[in-house]
């Protein structure tokens, strides 16, 4: 272990993916993300890197786009309505194949709505968020620790499968200070990027990044070989968390932020002889359904704790396949579970006190 560092959630970002090889950052300042472009702003000059200030979301995603294609490792990052406004680029980085990595350090909504914390942006970011058919791989840490580790298997993710990977975090994580150590996170894998428009020199031929394929037999064939690429993902990159599921009666889920909650509560509900466990996916694309659906040959029920109106739920059930009752609680508008509202939760899907 080496020396920790108290650092802010969103810097602990900017400063893993320097540490990934990232040079190429391009982002837009919104609330509550903007340290991660300002500790950029500072840092790239620095170490011969680009940092730009776009004048919009929608010309920062493009600059990711050009610098993706070229073969950098190259980063934006931004809050739910900036994600918005970025997501047709998303949906063109996804169709020509290119690796990059963009945080979204979620706020309420819809709309502008606020800038206190929120998991709403759940369906836009596992459902791909802009249009056609593509999938993002979605990271969802939940401490200033995992966020630097996963910061730095995201662009390894990236790079390996050539998609665009996602940080999907919040207000809290993006605004909370925690001890950090960088020493031990994931190093930069050294993939060949023979695709990349880098020039040819004469030596070869040229390489063309497109996203336009006018003949449907064309488009449909890419499409399939990278519905492939999609499934060797779920295959070997799925990621969770889970414990005393084995004997429980009730398996909280939840993801980020509301997972430190929700362990809180389930640790005070064990100690009070009640069966709960827990399950927290790391990926919310691709998503655990395998360890929930084992689970659900013999738990009672499940509950999904977010902090929205209900986004995740449905992966849960989908997952559970009507094995067990799926609950949901959740709070919106940038207001944070508290401890007492899963266990008050919990304890009434249980029928009451385990004591009765």
């Known amino acids: 272990m080496g020396e920790k560092v108290?650092?802010?959630?969103?810097?602990?970002?900017?400063?893993?993916a320097i540490r990934?090889?990232?040079?190429?950052?391009?982002?837009?300042?919104?609330t509550p993300q903007t340290e991660l472009s300002a500790y950029m702003a500072k840092k790239?000059?620095?170490i011969g890197g680009v940092f730009l200030q776009a004048e919009s979301e929608v010309s920062a995603i493009n600059m990711v786009y050009g610098a993706a294609g070229a073969g950098a490792r190259a980063m934006t990052s931004s809050s739910s309505p900036g994600i918005s406004?970025?997501?047709e680029g998303i949906s063109y980085i996804a169709a020509a194949d290119l690796p990059c990595v963009i945080v979204d350090i979620v706020r309420g909504g819809p709309g502008l709505g606020g800038?206190?914390?929120?998991?709403?942006?759940?369906?836009?970011?596992?459902?791909?968020?802009?249009?056609g058919d593509y999938h993002l791989v979605v990271v969802a840490p939940n401490s200033v620790q995992e966020i630097v580790q996963l910061t730095a298997d995201a662009f390894n993710l990236a790079d390996t499968y050539r998609v665009p990977v996602m940080i999907l975090g919040d207000g809290t994580l993006g605004q909370m200070m925690e001890p950090v150590d960088f020493d031990d996170i994931p190093q930069p894998i050294k993939k060949e990027k023979d695709w990349a428009t880098t020039g040819t020199g004469l030596k070869r031929e040229h390489n063309i990044i497109n996203s336009l394929y006018l003949s449907?037999?064309?488009?449909?064939?890419?499409?399939?070989?990278?519905?492939k690429v999609y499934d060797a993902i779920k295959e070997k990159e799925v990621r969770y968390e889970a414990h005393d599921i084995e004997d429980a009666d009730i398996i909280a889920v939840s993801y980020g932020t509301t997972s430190r909650i929700v362990e809180s509560a389930v640790?005070?509900?064990r100690a009070e002889g009640y069966k709960?466990?827990?399950?927290?996916?790391?990926?919310?694309w691709p998503f655990p359904v395998e360890v929930i659906r084992q689970a659900a040959e013999t738990a009672k029920a499940f509950i999904s704790v977010e902090m929205s109106m209900g986004q995740m739920v449905e992966d849960v059930k989908l997952a559970v396949n009507g094995k067990a009752p799926v609950y949901f609680y959740g709070r919106t508008g940038g207001i944070i579970p508290t401890p007492d509202e899963v266990i008050a939760q919990i304890k009434n899907i249980a029928g009451g006190s385990s004591n009765d």
């Open 44 to 46: 790239m000059p620095k």
């Open 20 to 30: 990934s090889g990232c040079r190429h950052f391009f982002g837009y300042p919104i």
């Open 267 to 269: 640790r005070t509900l």
């Open 216 to 227: 449907p037999e064309e488009l449909e064939s890419k499409v399939l070989a990278r519905e």
């Open 276 to 284: 709960v466990g827990v399950i927290r996916p790391i990926t919310l």
């Open 85 to 87: 406004l970025k997501s």
């Open 6 to 16: 108290l650092m802010k959630g969103n810097e602990a970002i900017a400063e893993a």
């Open 115 to 131: 800038i206190q914390p929120a998991q709403s942006d759940y369906f836009q970011a596992t459902r791909g968020g802009g249009h």
